[in-house]
């Protein structure tokens, strides 16, 4: 019952600031997409592909193998060496993210040339080298306080991010906007980078202050121990993280030229594709973040069953929380469809984007359904079945945009987003399915 009581009450407070956090960021990209304008947002989209890159680079596993390790010493009564886990997790953290920052730093002229194709200077690719050791770092202690079920700590440090960041953007916008797009998207990267750095260092007092509280006593195991279950976990899910971010990343670079070879010119192509992902796409991922408060959390309690072996109530569990996240998606869906006209006119006051909300909305069920049956997977220890699907789904839709794309123009750009998440939903929800049939024979 005590389990249940801290379960619910960390959803809660994820809920709760994540709706308030979901809502500030909206109107935050409201202010943006009037401010810089259409075209200004399908480059400044691709700049945060390639920052998307750079984050999965410095971060990817480090996240759910803190989480992962953490949860199963507690699950041992083992706090002592939940926490030695958590040190040795930021200690990689620390490795992969100077890294990547030094991958980034190397190869910034080519990603400028021949990513962003020179809409904007390789400063903009410095600042995201600056930023990427700190965000690595955050990711792991961000684990450790979800390993340890004070996910609180990690609103509290999001709330102030979100916080430095917009008064940071507001600020330096009205700087840089005189000098065109490519100092709007440096405005942007800078106030992003200055919330990360001020946000590890919050989060990492926050860190430093939980490691006082009283211990239970517990075996001592030896650090090397602790680096071969994290580099297990870690190792896999961030090679196949490079991968699948790799191939994620190209996808959205390859859209705009796609669309230009349909006959679109270089302009209205970033245009139409900022529309879609800058502005339709925020929408239909607005109320996801119901579905992401309780399913990240997910991978802790998942991972105590496991060691504890309680099959059934994993698979219990897992049926209550899909058929939920069902209905709820439905009558998402449903919501969007009917009030388009309304959200688009006013959140945007453009009335063409409802019409791709109206073709988008259906995907909101599978998508949100996906996310939850990641979770799961990723708490059962198939954290790299979920990414060896992701990759698949990456190559299947790069294909589509590169050689389709070009001959259907931009509703080909669209039905490549339906191929990807049906690709997406349908190998991770058979995967689940045949996990919980194993479980309900054992």
């Known amino acids: 019952m005590k389990t249940l009581k801290i379960f619910v009450f960390n959803t809660l407070i994820l809920l709760f600031s994540s709706v308030i956090l979901q809502i500030i960021g909206m109107f935050f990209n409201i202010y943006i997409s009037r401010t810089i304008g259409e075209e200004a947002i399908g480059v400044f989209s691709l700049v945060l592909s390639v920052y998307a890159f750079g984050i ?66 390789k400063k903009v690719i410095y600042l995201i080298c600056i930023a990427l050791p700190f965000i690595s770092m955050s990711s792991a202690i961000n684990g450790y306080f979800t390993g340890v079920r004070r996910v609180y700590k990690n609103a509290f440090a999001k709330f102030f991010e979100e916080f430095i960041k917009i008064a940071c953007t507001a600020i330096l916008l009205k700087s840089f906007m005189p000098d065109g797009i490519n100092y709007a998207c440096y405005a942007l990267v800078l106030a992003d980078v200055i919330s990360e750095i001020l946000s590890f260092i919050y989060l990492y007092i926050l860190y430093k202050i939980d490691k006082r509280r009283s211990l239970l006593g517990s075996r001592y195991k030896d650090l090397d121990s602790y680096n071969k279950r994290i580099l297990r976990i870690a190792i896999p899910v961030a090679l196949t993280s490079y991968l699948r971010s790799g191939l994620s990343t190209v996808k959205q670079l390859i859209i705009p030229s796609s669309l230009q070879k349909s006959g679109m010119n270089s302009s209205n192509s970033l245009i139409s594709y900022g529309i879609v992902n800058g502005m339709a796409m925020p929408i239909i991922m607005f109320p996801v973040i119901l579905v992401t408060s309780f399913s990240s959390l997910l991978v802790p309690e998942y991972s105590r069953y496991l060691v504890e072996k309680k099959y059934k109530k994993i698979t219990s569990i897992s049926t209550i929380i899909l058929v939920g996240t069902l209905v709820f998606s439905i009558l998402v869906t449903l919501f969007i469809m009917i009030f388009a006209d309304k959200l688009s006119l006013i959140i945007y006051n453009k009335l063409e984007i409802a019409k791709y909300l109206r073709i988008l909305s259906p995907l909101i069920i599978i998508m949100y359904l996906d996310i939850v049956i990641d979770s799961i997977l990723k708490g059962l220890d198939y954290q790299v079945d979920v990414m060896a699907i992701n990759i698949f789904d990456c190559i299947v839709s790069i294909a589509f945009i590169y050689f389709l794309v070009p001959i259907l123009g931009f509703n080909g750009y669209i039905i490549s987003i339906f191929i990807s998440e049906v690709i997406d939903f349908t190998f991770s929800g058979y995967k689940l399915l045949t996990i919980l049939k194993k479980f309900k024979e054992e």
């Open 56 to 121: 999965t680079l410095a971060s990817a596993g480090i996240n759910i193998s803190t989480t992962r390790v953490v949860s199963e010493e507690l699950a041992c009564n083992n706090e002592i060496g939940a926490k030695k886990a958590a040190q040795r997790c930021i200690f990689f953290s620390i490795i992969f993210g100077v890294c990547a920052s030094i991958i980034f730093f190397l190869l910034a002229d080519f990603i400028t040339i021949n990513c962003l194709h020179n809409k904007i200077s």
